[in-house]
Each structure stands twice: as C-alpha cells, then as structure tokens.
C-alpha cells in the first residue's frame, strides 16, 4: 500500500505543477522498488483555494505530499525510500520553483495495522 496525497495552493501553475505527471512518476518509482505493491497504489490531489503562507504575500505557494504506507518495512528502508521520493518530488518540481516561491514538503506515515480496514474487489 501506497498513498500518494497532494496537497497544494490554488496559486500555483497547473502546467508547471504537472501533478498527472508528478502522480505517475511517483507510482512508476515506488513499482520499481518492490516496496509498495501497485494494486494498492493511489495518488489523489486537493487544490487548497483558501490558503496563507508566512507573511501573507499572495505570490507564495505551497505543496504538501502525504504518503501513507502500511506497517511491515523498517526504518531504514523507509528513510532510503523517503529520499528517493524527496528527490524525485523536487526534481519534477524545479521548473514551477524557478518561476515562483514554493514551500514544498513531504512526510511519510506508517499506519497502524490494527485499526486499518480496506476491501478491494480486483
């Protein structure tokens, strides 16, 4: 299982962000390392119309990636995993940050196992 949740502000480039872009190369990396199965895979976004940034100034954007994860992988595993996702997210971002101020940020979340529940029919 792999959660890939975006958060960003309203402010920012739709073309520039290119998230379908950014969402399929999430899931393509997280394939390749055998971690995250790809049937439970799922990115989703929200743009965040209301939003306030440090001091104020309209020009500044942001986006958030939350990933979920399930229990089971150990702690340095996730950290090189977190890295590679990290890079990759800044990498794909570079073009937006040269046009404008972005705070961008990224945590990942290990689930608990025992209150999780989920169905798929597939």
């Given at each position: 299982?792999?959660?890939?949740?975006?958060?960003?502000?309203?402010?920012?480039?739709?073309?520039?962000?290119?998230?379908?872009?950014?969402?399929?190369?999430?899931?393509?990396?997280?394939?390749?390392?055998?971690?995250?199965?790809?049937?439970?895979?799922r990115s989703?976004?929200?743009?965040?119309?209301?939003?306030?940034?440090?001091?104020?100034?309209?020009?500044?954007?942001?986006?958030?990636?939350?990933?979920?994860?399930?229990?089971?992988?150990?702690?340095?595993?996730?950290?090189?995993?977190?890295?590679?996702?990290?890079?990759?997210?800044?990498?794909?971002?570079?073009?937006l940050m040269?046009?404008?101020?972005?705070?961008?940020?990224?945590?990942?979340?290990?689930?608990?196992?025992q209150v999780?529940?989920?169905?798929?029919?597939?």
């Amino acid at each position: 299982m792999a959660h890939f949740i975006y958060e960003y502000s309203a402010n920012l480039s739709e073309q520039l962000l290119d998230l379908p872009g950014l969402m399929q190369k999430m899931h393509e990396r997280a394939a390749e390392t055998d971690l995250f199965p790809l049937a439970g895979m799922r990115s989703r976004a929200m743009k965040c119309e209301h939003f306030r940034i440090a001091d104020g100034d309209p020009a500044k954007g942001f986006i958030n990636l939350s990933m979920k994860i399930g229990r089971g992988r150990d702690q340095k595993i996730r950290m090189q995993a977190g890295e590679m996702f990290w890079q990759l997210m800044l990498d794909h971002l570079t073009p937006l940050m040269a046009q404008q101020a972005v705070t961008v940020s990224f945590e990942m979340r290990e689930l608990e196992q025992q209150v999780k529940f989920n169905h798929r029919n597939f």
